[in-house]
């Protein structure tokens, strides 16, 4: 299982970012598979997942209605879209996956992560 994130960059407040996941090794659908995101100096948290049993989606309460997580089972990727960002969401954020498909519930429910793609919300 490899996952690799890219799309990651400097963005002023209120900008827009779309992140990309490319995986490999697994199908997407068989997996609970999403985004979390570790900002400076705090643990990592949930943003955005897919359950892999019934492909429902879950979003963190501080980015629902800006956020859009999407995911091609064509070409195997998993897409984050940001809109509207805000200061404090500067982190690293990480794409992970879960092969029970019942990851969703947190980071340590994640068996797989990327390296992480940095986002930086700045003026």
């Known amino acids: 299982v490899q996952l690799v994130e890219s799309g990651g960059g400097l963005v002023q407040p209120g900008g827009s970012l779309r992140l990309s996941c490319e995986a490999s090794?697994?199908?997407?659908?068989?997996?609970?598979i999403g985004w979390f995101r570790q900002a400076p100096g705090k643990g990592r948290e949930g943003v955005a997942c897919?359950?892999?049993?019934?492909?429902?989606?879950h979003y963190a309460d501080s980015i629902k209605g800006r956020f859009t997580i999407s995911k091609d089972t064509t070409k195997n990727t998993l897409d984050l879209q940001m809109n509207n960002l805000k200061p404090e969401e500067t982190a690293v954020y990480y794409c992970?996956?879960?092969?029970?498909?019942?990851?969703?519930?947190?980071?340590?429910?994640?068996?797989?992560w990327g390296k992480g793609t940095l986002v930086t919300v700045s003026s």
């Open positions: 992970a996956a879960d092969p029970t498909g019942l990851g969703c519930s947190g980071p340590s429910a994640m068996d797989y």
């Open positions: 090794g697994f199908i997407l659908d068989d997996y609970a």
């Open positions: 897919f359950n892999g049993w019934d492909g429902s989606t």
